[in-house]
C-alpha cells in the first residue's frame, strides 16, 4: 500500500549539485529504513546512500564520498539526497526504496517499496 515519489532530478553540468527528495505515503515512514539507488541502462541498480530509522547511522557507495549526504524528516515523511561536485558518471536514473529491518541493507534485493525514478543527467 506504501508508495514513494522521486523528484528533483535534471540535467546538470560537472560540478554541480542536485537534490533529490523521496515523499513517502501510505506508511509509517518512522518505522522504515530508507535509501537511494541508482541504475544505468543494460546495468543492475545499484546503491547509493541508506539511512536508519532514527537518522543516526548512515551507510554510503564509496565513489560518493564526501560528494553525497543523505537525511530524512520524519515529521514530512521525507527523505533526501544532497549530491555536491556531480561527476558524468553519476548520470543514471535515482530510486528511492524503504525497508523494515534491524540493519541497512545495500541489496536492492532486501528492499520492498520503491518509487519510479528520477533521471539525473550531468554533462561534462
Known amino acids: 500500500q506504501g508508495q514513494l515519489v522521486e523528484s528533483g532530478g535534471g540535467l546538470v553540468q560537472a560540478g554541480d549539485s542536485l537534490r533529490l527528495s523521496c515523499a513517502a505515503s501510505?506508511?509509517?515512514?518512522?518505522?522504515?529504513?530508507m535509501a537511494w539507488f541508482r541504475q544505468a541502462p543494460g546495468e543492475e541498480r545499484e546503491f547509493v546512500a541508506g539511512?536508519?530509522?532514527?537518522?543516526?547511522?548512515?551507510e554510503y557507495l564509496e565513489s560518493v564520498k564526501g560528494r553525497f549526504t543523505i537525511s530524512r524528516d520524519n515529521a514530512k515523511n521525507t527523505t533526501y539526497l544532497q549530491m555536491d561536485s556531480l561527476k558524468p558518471e553519476d548520470t543514471a536514473v535515482y530510486y528511492c526504496?524503504?525497508?523494515?529491518?534491524?540493519?541497512?541493507?545495500?541489496?536492492?534485493?532486501?528492499?520492498?517499496?520503491w518509487g519510479q525514478g528520477t533521471q539525473v543527467t550531468v554533462s561534462s
Open positions: 501510505g506508511l509509517t515512514f518512522g518505522w522504515y529504513n
Open positions: 526504496a524503504a525497508q523494515i529491518g534491524a540493519d541497512l541493507y545495500t541489496s536492492y534485493r532486501q528492499y520492498s517499496y
Open positions: 539511512i536508519a530509522v532514527s537518522g543516526s547511522s548512515t
